[in-house]
């Protein structure tokens, strides 16, 4: 479902992505890790059309992100780290603004807001402005519209960053549940280990631009010699304190702004 080989990604002098290749299945939950500034949004960014990369390919159920945009966007759904969603509408507005976005037809999209909202909890909520919703209640709807026009993948970026375990531990159950009755091909960044061990299928380890390590949580223990994820991934990159790559909250808004145009 996503296909990457020698995927690389220049500034100038600074390279921020050196050559790094994977592969992720339908249907596959694949976590992409990394300290800060290992090129980890660099390469989401390239995946989902808002970078081209500087040599190598890249494949998104057969597209090349650089070359078919607008078909390769009709093919995934995003979850950005900061917040995306229209607080002056209601929940049940942004559900619905996004689905015609996606031209997906009006009966459709009813059932598939209902469903959706049922089972992320909001449907009680769908009136109500989101400038009223909680962190976790927002966090929800954000994930309920990146599965609203029945996406092949979807793309969470910190996708629980800041949230209580109980909202962390409730969002990725309904996420996992669609990734198996959808066959919903699932990538995702988290700084949270027991996350990616306790729902990714496979791991890839991210750092100074390679990747560095792939495998399942236990391939990579067992490759460090370690007992957990988080040992693994310290042994992988050590224990350095790293710069955020890209900067500042900025940088991110502009480029939700350049994905909606």
């Known amino acids: 479902m996503i296909w990457a080989r020698e995927l690389t990604k220049n500034f100038g002098a600074i390279s921020a992505v050196q050559g ?11 976590a992409f890790l990394g300290p800060n500034g290992a090129g980890k949004t660099t390469t989401i960014k390239m995946l989902t059309t808002l970078l081209k990369p500087s040599s190598g390919r890249v494949e998104l159920d057969g597209l090349d992100p650089a070359t078919q945009q607008q078909e390769t966007r009709k093919r995934f759904g995003i979850v950005f780290q900061d917040s995306s969603i229209d607080d002056e509408l209601t929940a049940y507005e942004n559900m619905d603004f996004h689905g015609v976005l996606y031209k997906v037809p009006k009966r459709i999209r009813a059932a598939r807001i209902e469903e959706l909202l049922k089972l992320f909890e909001l449907w009680d909520r769908r009136d109500h402005q989101v400038k009223h919703f909680s962190g976790g209640m927002r966090r929800r709807l954000e994930i309920a519209r990146g599965f609203l ?26 996420v996992k549940r669609l990734n198996e009755t959808e066959n919903v091909t699932v990538f995702l960044t988290t700084h949270y280990m027991e996350e990616a061990e306790r729902v990714a299928h496979r791991i890839a380890i991210m750092d100074h631009g390679r990747i560095v390590a792939q495998g399942s949580s236990e391939e990579l223990k067992r490759q460090t010699g370690t007992d957990s994820l988080e040992e693994a991934f310290l042994a992988l990159t050590g224990t350095s304190i790293r710069e955020e790559e890209g900067g500042s909250i900025v940088r991110m808004r502009r480029m939700v702004k350049l994905f909606r145009r």
């Open 149 to 174: 026009h029945t996406p092949k993948i979807l793309f969470l970026d910190e996708p629980t960053l800041g949230l209580d375990p109980q909202t962390r531990n409730q969002l990725w159950t309904h």
């Open 20 to 30: 790094i290749s994977f592969e992720v299945a339908k249907g596959e939950i694949f």
